[in-house]
């Protein structure tokens, strides 16, 4: 997804996204109108969300070149389950597969692995917008694939590497290359919940559960809220005295989260706490290219958010030049993804009032997160 942008001067910002902001709820929140005024979240709220940033000077504002339709951009419940449960959804797949393999032979976006003291981090771009991983032992020449949606594009890299592939972890029901893969390396693991269909999975995985490889120490994290089942795994940085590395499937994307499928906006918000449990250095791997759409959005909700801007920067000369945007760090995260931030009172006074028209009460952070995910969805489709 080479994003091509415009600059233009950017004069009266916060007057412009306070109308865009405006409109968005307007349009979301028509039959709430008679709503009382929102009371804060003190008992969640911090120092670092209450301050007031300083004003901005006027800077460039990137508009993105219009991208072609994505089939998958108004998926709902009904062709979800479709798409992860029938043969129609892996016919689509195939489809899916082969067109993102002629539009992009290279790849969608251009990457570098990590390299830590005997172990390498390398992303491999997939489909239209997907990430798969290996995490390779270098010393032990042993790698482990995270969701490998295309087993082509992740067999190349396991042939340039030189390496055995003996486990497949997948975060969530989506994962189209097990098969191929684990009839190619007979001595191959397929890694995952029981609870969410994952294909050819061989060891089901439960909560706190580790996967040893080598000097990779691997946990997995029950997060259900996208799917029933969705796990995200810990790369332990302790054994190779470097940074953990988070894998997040659909739960996280840099400055986004996944859509609620399969549960509730009370369990996507418990799923999201886990993985706010974690450090601040922790490396973000996420499942999807998002990062450019998703800080478009942070912006709306959050205008004068002054990380925000400094990470729009940076991802728009990235996408210029084709690059990915991974890894982030939980740290950056949790200073401008509003899906982590649904404690702060900037995100609770920008979405007004609260649920209920009849007493004062504002949003419950759940409350606050399914709104913020049903805003997002409407801005996402524009």
Known sequence: MAAVVAATALKGRGARNARVLRGI????????????????????????CKEEPESLSPELEYIPRRRGRNPMKAVGLAWYSLYTRTW?????????????????????????????????????????????????DIQARLAVAVDPSDPQAVQASIEKEGVALVAILCTHKHCGGNRDLSRRH????????????????????????????????????????HTQGHLVYLLDGEPYKGPSCLFSGDLLFLSGCGRTFEGTAETMLSSLDTVLGLGDDTLLWPGHEYAEENLGFAGVVEPENLARERKMQWVQRQRMERKSTCPSTLGEERSYNPFLRTHCL????????????????????AQLLEKLRRLKDVHKSK
């Open 25 to 48: 709820l307007s349009g979301a929140t028509a039959n709430k109108a008679s709503q009382n005024r929102t009371r804060a979240l003190q008992s969640h709220s911090s120092p670092e």
């Open 88 to 136: 129609l959804g892996y016919l689509f797949y195939r489809q899916q597969l082969r067109r993102a393999r002629n539009r992009y032979p290279k790849g969608h976006s251009r990457t570098q692995p990590r390299l830590f003291n005997g172990v390498k981090v390398l992303p491999i771009p997939v489909l239209s917008d997907n990430y798969s991983y290996l995490i390779i």
């Open 186 to 225: 007979q001595d191959c693991r397929v890694y995952g919940s029981p609870e969410d269909g994952i294909p050819y999975l061989t060891h089901p995985l439960c909560h706190q559960d580790v996967v040893s490889v080598g000097r990779l120490q691997i946990r997995a994290l029950a997060t259900p809220g």
């Open 346 to 365: 900037v995100l609770q006074e920008a979405l007004g009032p609260g649920p209920d028209p009849a007493g004062d009460d504002g949003y419950s952070r």
